[in-house]
């Protein structure tokens, strides 16, 4: 564990999570006793606190955890876990990964959820999740008073990542947007990806460093369809052999498409108002 | 106010649950499509399987651990390839790597996979390998059936008591009790245990007892002691327990930047080449990788060329400095220093072996300043390895407390 450490230490210029930071993110709240823990865990050692799970955390970039847990008179503990990941895309990204579409959801940070004995929400480049084992109304409370505090000791910007402003919010379905930092749709020529699903159809945008890779992405992707003359520069419906049908256009350095299209017109309807207000930015 | 924070689930019930569940898989009309990936079968010859212990289960030597997965038509493309054994956890995704799961496997015959869950004590310290009185076997059993519930099915083949590393945990009585109780109902075939922090002390443990039938280990071809890696899962599977490998690619790369991947095959072969591991569940979240872990399938042989590609981080080109010295001619103070500095970085990054890093920034140091000063470096490395910014990097180094280094 030294080693692990050591090798925190050596972050120190480049990460939040100093001593008096994590007093700062985990603040003092009247009737509540706050523990810090002391360890704070990397990409080295989150497997440590989480196993398998870690997995996907790192795949969204995760840089650390620090952990705190509240208590009070009627309950035992409520453990806050702060994840930092190197940017406000990838918190969302694995927020929107574990949120439960069937929850009540909250207008914090970002976005928040609460279910029994858990309540988690993003902000910034954070995850915050707050679990217990105790139950009853009072726990839930103290979840959201907890929860508040710390998202307003992060202070941070908790819009939803900029790329999703070309989505027209008109007819998403709620709290479903996400975001895919590699391997869109299982292929690994489609990198980053921003999906808002809609009544009529999912929308996504595939974006890339440059408008060369965006080119060179769309000829392996011909050529996994066996039709090399497929260049995507205006819409074109494909049928892809796994996802099926997908309505595809190149803008740029940036595609945008449709997929589980169940009306044709509006995905096309769509695909134009988002390269709209892509061509606006 | 609680409600007024909310937006409760009205929102929620201004569409059906089933269309946003389509539509946030976004790929469920996959499901109803010829896959080609089905294709890489070939269906004249048979993939190589093994027997799982005691179990008698007969699984294909590639299996998929689906916690990486958010896309339903690689699970199916998995499934169509020949893929039969499924690995998940209750916490996964926070329960949504089960649905999904449920979702595409649903809609096949049941006994065509073989599907394993795992589940966490509620009270646990992984780090110091405790389980606490919230721990009762209620609340295993009740979080058992919210997993079969998300899974859709009444049974799983493989329950694990999820992330453990002492022989305490592994016969902690009320989740033994539990596992105990969820087999003889039914929900499921077999027990076992998960572990990723002392495999070998965990696996003796389950050996010695016998009450377990599988454990989930993480075996890679980092092991530091692999000889007795396989001493002691030669004596695990002469006794019957069934032996799964997961976290075979030893965190999927060798450098520190995350640039520079494992060959995956020659990692998942690495790990079968021990005859007492019955299969491996790879992750993957790309079909590219699935067809690089099919082929597998076929052919477990690990090459020379494969075995080479597999030589430890710190002897790697993303970690390792030749010590050719050429970076010194290079540098306009043609600082002596930069190879140490490298081999610095590569011990605390490499090895975790800060101590030995901090002797040499120490013996260094006039040198180290200089770098450090320095703003436009001339010095370039035939490996391109990033000299100033490593150098900055392993010179902080300096700052830390020799008490907390190792």
């Known amino acids: 564990m030294k080693k692990f450490f050591a090798l925190l230490l050596l972050s120190i210029p480049l990460t939040p999570a100093q001593a008096q930071d994590k007093e700062a993110y985990f603040p003092e709240i009247p009737g509540f006793q706050r523990t810090i823990l002391e360890e704070v865990y990397t990409p080295n050692n989150l497997f440590d606190i989480i196993d398998g799970a870690a997995e996907m955390f790192l795949s969204y970039d995760f840089e650390e955890l620090a952990i705190a847990e509240y208590s009070d008179s009627l309950i035992q503990y409520i453990r806050v ?26 207008s ?31 726990v839930q409370q103290a979840l959201l008073t907890i929860a508040n505090a710390v998202a307003a000791a992060l202070h941070q910007d908790s819009r939803m990542p900029a790329q999703f402003d070309a989505f027209p919010q008109a007819e998403r379905l709620p709290h479903s947007e996400y975001y895919v930092n590699r391997d869109f749709l299982g292929y690994k020529f489609f990198d980053i990806a921003f999906v808002v699903p809609y009544q009529q159809c999912t929308m996504f945008t595939v974006y890339f460093s440059s408008e060369a ?25 494909v049928k892809d052999p796994v996802i099926g049908v997908m309505l595809l256009q190149r803008c740029g350095s940036i595609l945008v498409g449709a997929i589980d299209i169940r009306d044709m017109q509006k995905a096309k309807m769509l695909m134009s108002q988002i390269q709209n207000n892509l061509a606006k930015k | 106010m609680v409600t007024s924070q909310m937006s409760k689930g009205k929102i929620m019930e201004e569409f059906d649950r089933r269309k946003f569940l389509k539509a946030t898989l976004s790929t469920a009309a996959a499901l109803s499509v010829p896959i080609s990936f089905a294709q890489s079968k070939d269906k004249k010859k048979k993939p190589i399987t093994r027997v799982l ?24 493309a998995a499934y169509d390839a020949g893929i039969t054994h499924f690995d998940t956890a209750h916490s996964y995704q926070n329960g949504r790597n089960e649905e999904m799961i449920g979702e595409v496997l649903s809609k096949v015959p049941r006994k065509s996979y073989i599907l394993a869950t795992k589940i966490k004590p509620a009270e646990h310290d992984r780090t110091k390998g405790t389980i606490g009185p919230a ?54 075939h077999f027990i076992g245990v998960s572990t990723h922090r002392n495999v070998e002390g965990v696996l003796e443990a389950v050996t010695e007892e016998g009450i377990h039938d599988v454990v989930l280990a993480s075996i890679n071809f980092q092991n530091q002691n692999p000889k007795r890696l396989r001493e002691v899962t030669a004596a695990a599977s002469k006794a019957g327990i069934g032996i799964i490998a997961m976290k075979t690619m030893a965190g999927g790369y060798y450098d520190k930047e995350r640039t520079k991947p494992v060959n995956y095959k020659a990692a998942l072969k690495w790990v079968l080449e021990d005859p007492a591991v019955t299969t491996c569940i790879a992750g993957l979240t790309a079909f590219e990788h699935l067809q690089e872990n099919i082929s597998v399938n076929y052919d477990i042989t690990l090459t020379d060329e494969e075995r080479a590609s597999l030589i430890p981080d710190t002897q790697s080109k993303g970690m390792a400095c030749d010590g050719c010295e050429q970076c010194i001619q290079s540098c ?28 040499i920034v120490d013996e260094g140091k006039e040198e180290f300043q200089v770098c450090k000063s320095c703003d436009i470096c001339s010095a370039h490395c035939v490996k391109n390895l990033p000299i100033s910014e490593r150098v900055k990097d392993v010179a902080r180094l300096e700052n830390v407390p020799i008490e907390f280094l190792a």
């Open chain 1, 81 to 106: 876990e702060l994840y930092r990941h190197r940017n406000a895309e990838n918190a969302f990204g694995v927020y929107t990964q574990e949120r439960s579409p069937e929850a009540q959801f909250l």
């Open chain 1, 108 to 138: 914090i940070g970002g976005e928040g959820y609460i279910e029994e004995g858990a309540l988690n929400f993003w902000s910034g480049p954070f995850y915050i999740k707050l679990v217990t084992n105790d139950k009853g109304q009072h």
């Open chain 1, 213 to 237: 890779e965006a080119q060179e992405a769309v000829k392996k992707y011909a050529k996994l369809l066996k039709d090399s003359l497929l260049t995507f520069d205006k819409p074109t419906k």
């Open chain 2, 53 to 76: 212990g005691k179990t008698g289960l007969r699984i294909p030597v590639i299996s998929y651990g689906v916690m990486l997965a958010n896309n339903p038509a690689l699970l199916r």
């Open chain 2, 135 to 188: 721990s009762t076997k209620e609340a295993f059993l009740n979080r058992l059936d919210i997993s079969l519930k998300r899974l859709k099915t009444d049974y799983v083949d493989i329950l694990y008591l999820h992330g453990i590393s002492t022989q305490e945990e592994a016969y902690h009585p009320e989740m033994l009790a539990a596992l105990e109780e969820a087999k003889k109902s039914g929900k499921t």
């Open chain 2, 332 to 359: 306009r103070y043609h600082l002596s220093i930069l190879p140490d500095a490298m081999r610095a970085y590569m011990y605390t990054y490499g090895y975790g072996a800060t101590l030995k890093a901090r002797e």
